[in-house]
């Protein structure tokens, strides 16, 4: 869609509740960020890792070019050096065409309750936020970041006062930096998120995973059906990016590869972009890695043979 034809469609649906309304001054800045977040061909996580556990930069770049990924999701969790890897990542990905997302984890996955933070700012999601934005100055192809269960998180700290003030700080430095939280699909329909939260985000990661009628990494049958729900909350051109799991979850267990196949195709169908959670290692999963790889190669040629507007 052409930034003339973003435009015409922001100002019919301005006068609208939801996630779309904005004052007129900053409609082109978040169709900006919007536009960075549709068409998300996306792995997400669990980077290849060297010896001395610093991510594989060389390794990872040729797998999503491989994948025709055209975004990966960076984890800023599980290793101190993290940050600098990610600084690492983003000149080099930038040389393929592949945009990054930066994702922090929030208190529910911090200590006490699990054993890392987000190094080095911690839970200081304020100032993460104008680092990133920061970051994102130097290093173009950072076109988004995002916390995990961030709607497990909104008693505190993500008030809808301090998601403002966070979000301000970094549109200060780059008004083009795009914020979408990982939330799911109980989080986004329960009263009052969508009045209180969307007209701050610039989009939503969502994971599915069969919650309306009850949760499970079984069955993708009501993809489309979730995706339709959550659409008909937030509007038809907010953003929304479909999370799949392709790695086990912690309590619902393992996928099947059929299962993330099915998935993705759904996916392809009524969201704005495909998420894989995790990166897939192609000797460890290779049929997974395959069928990723196929679906995200097919999608890669239509939009290239797509007329041009």
Same mark, same amino acid.
């Given at each position: ?30 169709? $900006?960020?919007? #536009?960075?977040?549709? =068409?998300? #061909? ?15 930069? @060389? ?6 070019? $491989?994948?025709? %990924? ?9 290793? /101190?050096? @993290? !940050? ?6 983003? +000149?080099?990905?930038?040389?393929? =065409?592949?945009?990054? !997302? ?19 700012? #911690?839970?200081?999601?304020?100032? !993460?936020?104008?680092? &990133? ?10 076109? %988004?970041?995002?916390? @995990? ?25 780059? /008004?083009?930096?795009? &914020?979408?939280?990982?939330?799911? &699909? ?27 009628? *009850?949760?499970?990494?079984? @069955? ?14 937030? *509007?038809?051109?907010? +953003? ?5 799991? %392709? ?10 590869? $059929?299962?993330?196949?099915? %998935?993705?195709?759904? =996916? ?30 097919? !999608? ?5 043979? #797509? /007329?041009?507007?």
């Amino acid at each position: 869609m052409t930034a003339v034809r973003l435009l015409a469609l922001a100002a019919l649906l301005a006068p609208l509740a939801g996630c779309v309304s904005t004052p007129p001054p900053e409609q082109r800045a978040r169709l $900006e960020r919007a #536009r960075a977040l549709h =068409g998300t #061909r996306a792995t997400y996580c669990r980077p290849p890792r060297k010896a001395d556990n610093r991510v594989d930069v @060389d390794r990872l770049v040729a797998e999503l070019v $491989e994948l025709r %990924a055209n975004t990966y999701s960076f984890c800023i969790h599980n290793y /101190p050096t @993290d !940050w600098e890897d990610l600084k690492l990542l983003l +000149p080099r990905a930038r040389e393929k =065409g592949i945009r990054l !997302w930066a994702s922090l984890v929030p208190p529910s996955e911090s200590p006490p309750h699990t054993r890392h933070y987000s190094e080095p700012f #911690r839970l200081d999601y304020q100032q !993460w936020a104008v680092e &990133f934005a920061k970051l994102s100055l130097r290093e173009t192809n950072l076109v %988004a970041w995002s916390i @995990d269960d961030f709607t497990h998180n909104l008693k505190t700290p993500y008030t809808p006062e301090y998601v403002r003030q966070m979000l301000e700080a970094a549109r200060a430095v780059n /008004p083009r930096l795009a &914020f979408a939280p990982c939330c799911y &699909f109980t989080g986004i329909t329960r009263p009052g998120f969508v009045t209180n939260y969307c007209h701050l985000l610039d989009g939503i990661l969502f994971p599915y995973r069969h919650e309306s009628a *009850g949760p499970n990494l079984k @069955d993708p049958g009501l993809v489309e059906s979730e995706l339709q729900q959550l659409k008909a909350l937030v *509007g038809p051109d907010f +953003p929304i990016v479909l999370d799949i799991y %392709a790695s086990a979850h912690s309590r619902l267990g393992a996928t099947t590869p $059929e299962y993330v196949e099915q %998935a993705m195709l759904a =996916g392809r169908r009524a969201a704005d972009g495909v998420m894989i959670y995790c990166h897939q290692d192609p000797a460890k999963n290779p049929e997974k890695y395959q069928i990723i790889k196929r679906l995200f190669t097919r !999608w890669a040629a239509e939009k290239e043979r #797509r /007329p041009r507007r």
